[in-house]
Each structure stands twice: as C-alpha cells, then as structure tokens.
C-alpha cells in the first residue's frame, strides 16, 4: 500500500469485493433527458448523421449536459472492435471509415456554436491506423471552421502503436485524453483486449511529444477493485506526468454487462479526490456522476488557471510555496 495523505474524515480502505449490491442509490438517480435544449443537440447530431456517446452509453448526465450545449462526439461509426464488459457500445464490424464526417461534425459544431468539443470514437482495431487519421482530420476540420475552438480529444491505446499517437498530437488537441478505466488486476477479465501497460505508456509518451498539451485520464470505479489499487493506478497517472483524473461511478448499462461490485458514496470520492489533490493533479473531478467528458470545458479552464498561477510564481510575480506543477 502507497504512503499517501490521507484527509482527517479517515474513510478506512476496505476490500472492493463485497456483495454486489442489487439497488441502484439515490445519488445516482437523474431524470430522464427531455426538454427544448435537449432536442436540440439530439437534432442537430441526427441532421448531421452523427453518433455521440452521451446515447450509444445512455449516460446518466445527459439532461444536465445537453441542456448546457454539452456533448461528446463519436467518431469512426458506432460500433466497436472490442467487448469490454461494461460498455454498452455495440461490438461488431464497424462500417468503412466515413470520408465526410470530420466536416460534418465541424458543422454540427457550428451550429452549436461551440467553443469547447469534446471528440471519442469507437476502437478501430480494424484499421491500420486505428483511426488516428480521422482524429487528425476531425480537429483539422474544427480548427478550419473556428481556428480557435478547443478541441478535447478521448482516444483509444491504439494496441500499444506511438505512430497513431503522434498522428492525432500533430492535429495539436487542446486535451489528450486517454482512458484507463479500472485497474490493471481487472483488465484481462473486463478489457480483454486493452492492455494496462500500453495506456500508461500512451499518456507518457504524449507527455513526451507535447509537454504544454494537459493530458487526462479516469477510471470508474465500483467494479470490484481494492482501494489500494485505486490509489496505486492515481501514482501510476503521476510518475507519467498526467495533469487531470476523473473518477466516478460505474453504472451496469443492462442484465447483460458486468454488476456492479459496490456503489462508492459522495463521501467516498470526496476522499479519492482529496487523495489526488494530495499527489498533485492539477484537477480532480470525483464524484458518482462523474464521466471522463463531464463539464470538461470546465475542467480544462481550472487547469489552465493554474498553470497559469505557477507560470507567474516562475516568473516570480507570485510566491508560491505549494508548486505542484511540473
Ligand atoms: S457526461 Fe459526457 S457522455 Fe455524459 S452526457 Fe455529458 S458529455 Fe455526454
């Protein structure tokens, strides 16, 4: 077990392999998405044949984040080459990849009129790429129609391969982001096909490539990992310089995905959380409802803040005795 700080309300860490609980708490509840802001984004995503992953994983947060113009894109169609346990994305053989999607969502965000996009894709095994081109040309398209949106990219670990991954950093995102989503003990189980090894190395590897591009990761938690696991897999996130975790709640999409193994309480984040900050993330999103791409435009304006108090304590109009940053 990791030495950390551990904050004063001193939850105790306890085994993850409990009972799986058979209801869903209360916390975890929301209403159902309906409303004019919400038809919106569904309308204009269908006008532009186009797939996001607030639908294809029916995210619990899609009223709050649509009514708020928020939404993740979903590139490279919609089906997956790989069956992770949990995910509610349709496995299959995907479509050919789609020539004219980059700019069809250039002009879904246009009429939008978004200044912060948020763009995943499906995995792409199939392809020699692994779908580095689309990304590439998706933020390309982006920048084309507004040279200065920001584009937050969640990709996928490309099996292993960094030529996919200087791909989409020459498209220069604003956010790399880059999924572990449980702990490595779980991968063969949950992720067959995803390696823990090749994630980490991804995030690494960006922070290589691009060291003023933050780079971002999460896990959900709740699928039978220890807390000590969770703890080691946040100091694996920082010895690779990651700047951003999220952490929430695994919610099983339908009878046919993997239990869940505990429901965390709020208290529960609170702690991961306070234990993040500890090890110096510069942003730490916890919480049940928390999803990688969650108020992300937020999460990103909280890091540039601070990266911009530590540039003023270099430059020594600042004092700061507290300097978590790189
Ligand atoms: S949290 Fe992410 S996936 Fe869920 S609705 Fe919001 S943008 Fe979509």
Known sequence: MPEVLRPARGTKLRDGGAATPTRMPGWLRRPVPRGPQVERVRRTIAHHSLCTVCESAACPNRLECYSSGRFTFMILGDICTRGCAYCK?????????????????????????????VVTSVCRDDLPDGGATQFARTIQALRDWNDHIMVEVLIPDFRGSLSELQIVQNAHPTVLNHNLETVPRLYRQLRPQGRYEWAIELLDR?????????????????????????????????????????????????????PVQRYLTPDEFSWFEAVGKDMGFSQVAAGPLVRSSFAAAAVYESVHVSRNVCHEAESGRLSCEDRRCQ
């Not at 053989?93 to 969502?105: A, C, I, M, S, T």
């Not at 709740?222 to 920082?238: F, M, Q, S, T």
Request: hydrophobic share 35%; aromatic share 4%.
């Open 89 to 117: 994305v349709a496995v299959g053989r995907p479509l050919p990849v789609d020539q004219g999607e980059p700019e069809r969502v250039a002009g879904a965000a246009r009429d939008l009129n978004l200044n912060y996009a």
């Open 206 to 258: 960006a922070k290589s490539i691009s060291p003023d591009t933050p780079t971002k990761s999460g896990l959900m938690l709740g699928l039978g990992e220890r807390d000590d696991e969770i703890v080691a897999v946040l100091e694996d996130l920082r010895r690779v310089r990651c700047d951003v975790v999220t952490l929430g709640q695994y919610v099983r999409p339908s009878l046919d995905h993997y």
